[in-house]
């Protein structure tokens, strides 16, 4: 027996697990022949991911039943792409899906209703299995099992395989670990004992090396260009950093370049804007007391388009609806400027990042 395994016996009490089991098989009863759509949550994270794959190996090896895995939105970060490059992880754009095709949609790390799923809140799905408060409309589902205090629903996913007594592949579990890592950023944010237990457990499974390709994936050189001009548009309001992209290459590099920015000695707040296809991406962050950045970003983006999120990090979408180069610069002034109001900076005077750079070259392969 694998060290993982004996230490998960002796410590991991999964019998509320076993219960859940029980009741999966009831509600997965009648499917016979016909597969399962699993969906992740919109633009899925490596939790939502990664128990995707961990409950299709699940409904596959205990129920013998087959699964297609399904997301909304897009998967655009280098790490989530090489997640699913690396693991062989089959996932499929909802849209392209029919879901009158399938037995039942289980939805995975999210929830009904919240805006972030592609589903219609007239009919719930068969299966919710996630870890964030839970919402009534989930209790309309056959299955829902929504457990607040696990720090990824990636954990609830291996305990239901330790649970059945299923020790999952190399692929499988390195999916299930990553999910645990990324949630609870290496298990020092809401992580509780059991996600100690499931990525102890996952860890003498999972193949180290892979989890390291997945971490520090190839990076397009498009990628790097963008990035430059990030920083190049960087402006400082006191400890406000700001940064409009532009037209950029893929939408990743706005979050990411959101977290960067807060890295600066003496800023509490960034916040980053770039356009892709006819839309505008929104990233903010926050260290902020006296505000959160999830309000913030809702008042600053009223009717113009979608903006929400946490206290430390939020995030929006705004339609261009065929707008010139010109009307998005003004966009995202006036953003700038209701940012500055909105968290009492205004009237600071804005000094640049870095020393300003003309060249308006393309990165190699983006040739005009
Ligand atoms: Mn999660």
Redesign the pocket.
């Known amino acids: 027996m694998a060290i993982g395994e004996r230490m998960t016996a002796q410590h991991w009490d999964v019998s509320k697990s076993e219960g859940k089991l029980e009741q999966l098989a009831e509600v997965l009863k009648g499917a016979g022949k016909h597969p399962m759509l699993i969906l992740c949550h919109n633009n899925p994270?490596p939790?939502?991911i990664g128990?995707a794959a961990g409950f299709n190996f699940l409904l596959k090896r205990k129920f013998g039943i087959r699964s297609v895995l399904g997301y909304g939105g897009a998967i655009t970060r280098a790490e989530n792409k090489a997640m699913v490059h690396r693991l062989r992880i089959h996932i499929r754009r909802f849209q392209r899906l029919q879901p009158a095709a399938y037995y039942g949609i289980a939805l995975m790390?999210?929830q009904p209703g919240t805006g972030n799923t592609l589903l219609s809140t007239d009919v719930p799905p068969l299966i919710v299995i996630?870890?964030?408060p839970l919402r009534k409309l989930s209790l309309k589902s056959q299955f829902c099992d929504v457990r607040k205090g696990y720090?990824?629903?990636?954990t609830i996913v291996t305990e239901y395989l330790v649970a059945a007594r299923l020790t999952p592949s190399r692929l499988v579990a390195a999916a299930l670990l990553y999910?645990i890592k990324t949630?609870t950023a290496s298990l020092v944010r809401g992580a509780q004992e059991v996600d100690f237990l499931a990525f102890n457990y996952l860890s003498g499974i999972a193949n180290p090396r892979m989890l390291g390709w997945i971490e520090k994936p190839k990076l397009s050189e498009a990628y790097f260009f963008d990035y430059h001009r990030g920083l190049s548009r960087t402006t400082i309001y006191r400890d406000v950093a700001v940064s409009f992209l532009g037209k950029i290459h893929a939408e990743s590099i706005v979050p990411e370049l959101a977290d960067q920015l807060l890295r600066i000695d003496g800023v509490t707040w960034s916040f980053c804007m770039g356009a892709v296809g006819d839309f505008m991406v929104l990233s903010m962050r926050s260290s902020s007391r006296k505000y959160r950045a999830g309000n913030v970003i809702r008042q600053l983006v009223g009717r113009h388009g979608f903006g929400g999120g946490h206290r430390e990090l939020a995030g929006g979408y705004v339609p261009l609806n065929g707008m010139g180069d010109a009307e998005i610069t003004d966009l995202a002034n006036k953003f700038s400027e209701r940012l500055l109001h909105l968290i009492g900076k205004e009237g600071c005077h804005g000094r640049p990042l870095v020393e300003q750079e003309g060249g308006n070259c393309c990165p190699r392969g983006h040739e005009e």
């Open positions: 994270d939790d939502s128990c790390d999210g996630d870890h964030h720090g990824a629903t990636s999910g949630d």
